[in-house]
């Protein structure tokens, strides 16, 4: 069975800098995108960036300069490098995984870590 986990949330001041890591295991044959989302109470789900399987990579104009998506060569593991942190961007930050399994082709998400930006 194919799950997917994010790690790495917590407290962090204005200005500083945390990274999120996200990790894909099972049955999986291939991982066509992985996907950062994030969502902040009284809001909606937003993209904040994604990692496809050709490299390419896609933020959202709020974090552009500040916020980096990467992979490990294995494919199964992403991180988000967050820097000059923002109160704005306090939110649960959720992975989403675009994966080929023994299951067919389907979007897995994790459970979500909640990550503060507060002095």
């Known amino acids: 069975q194919v799950q997917v986990v994010e790690s790495g949330g917590g407290l962090v001041q204005p200005g500083g800098s945390r990274r999120l890591s996200c990790a894909a295991s099972?049955?999986?044959?291939?991982?066509?995108?992985l996907v950062w989302y994030r969502q902040a109470p009284g809001k909606q789900r937003e993209l904040v960036a994604s990692?496809?399987?050709?490299?390419?990579?896609n933020y959202a104009d709020s974090v552009k300069g500040r916020f980096t998506i990467s992979r490990t060569n294995a494919e199964t593991k992403m991180y988000l490098q967050m820097n000059s942190l923002k109160p704005e961007d306090t939110a649960v930050y959720y992975c989403?995984?675009?994966?080929?399994?023994?299951?067919?082709?389907?979007?897995?998400w994790g459970q979500g870590t909640q990550v503060t930006v507060s002095s």
């Open positions: 990692i496809f399987a050709d490299g390419n990579t």
């Open positions: 989403n995984a675009r994966i080929f399994s023994d299951q067919g082709i389907r979007d897995y």
């Open positions: 099972g049955s999986i044959f291939s991982i066509y995108a």
